[in-house]
């Protein structure tokens, strides 16, 4: 059997949570990590008990009309959703793993039905969740509720993205995201930082400039 052929059970963690008397799991997976500019966005969802929303996936292997899609049918079938933000001046404060983490929580903090059990994607979990906890690597392309959160936190980063582009149209940011691309690098040549741009990522930059 190919490896393309092999089923994914995608609700092999969120059963095995039920399994030990959990009710209310939910997943959570962030957005926006390396970007030079924007906020990190983190999403959490919960879904029915032995639900998989058709279709979804790791965001990072659908198209962006896809993920557009599914957005909106996560927001709809999910039993519950929150998505949160921190914006880049508090990576810089805090810096972006523990950016991430905080935006994470906000989300898991967000949900209007409290969770009693967290799955996240990555190795390592936030600090400050007083909910036990698992961490799972590639989680967004091994569980159902991780995945519908990856889909949810990459889409609303990406509107985001797309807001500041009209804001900020000279840094072409609905080509990149904010990623540190060849063209993001010529725009910041050409026209300096703007206040979106997260300054602790820039550290090289700044130096080749002095």
């Given at each position: ?154 889409v609303s980063r990406d509107r985001f993205m797309l807001e500041m582009a009209e804001k900020y149209p000279e840094y072409c940011f609905e080509k990149h995201k904010g990623y540190g691309t060849k063209l993001h690098y010529e725009m910041l040549d050409k026209y300096g930082v703007s206040e979106i741009h997260r300054k602790s990522f820039l550290k090289s930059w700044y130096a080749k400039n002095e």
């Amino acid at each position: 059997m190919k490896k393309s052929e092999v089923t994914i059970n995608w609700l092999e963690y969120e059963n095995e949570a039920y399994s030990k008397g959990y009710k209310r799991v939910c997943g959570v997976d962030e957005a926006g990590r390396g970007p030079l500019a924007g906020p990190v966005f983190a999403a959490a969802v919960i879904l029915p008990r032995g639900y998989v929303i058709e279709g979804v996936n790791d965001s990072k292997k659908l198209s962006e009309k896809k993920r557009e899609k599914l957005f909106e049918k996560i927001k709809t079938e999910a039993l519950c959703y929150s998505i949160a933000s921190v914006d880049e001046k508090t990576i810089d404060e805090i810096n972006i793993l523990n950016a991430t983490f905080l935006a994470m929580e906000k989300a898991v903090e967000g949900l209007e039905i409290k969770s009693d059990f967290v799955m996240i994607d990555g190795n390592r979990a936030p600090k400050h969740l007083d909910i036990p906890c698992q961490t799972i690597v590639k989680g967004d392309a091994k569980s159902a509720s991780i995945a519908a959160a990856s889909i949810l936190a990459k889409v609303s980063r990406d509107r985001f993205m797309l807001e500041m582009a009209e804001k900020y149209p000279e840094y072409c940011f609905e080509k990149h995201k904010g990623y540190g691309t060849k063209l993001h690098y010529e725009m910041l040549d050409k026209y300096g930082v703007s206040e979106i741009h997260r300054k602790s990522f820039l550290k090289s930059w700044y130096a080749k400039n002095e």
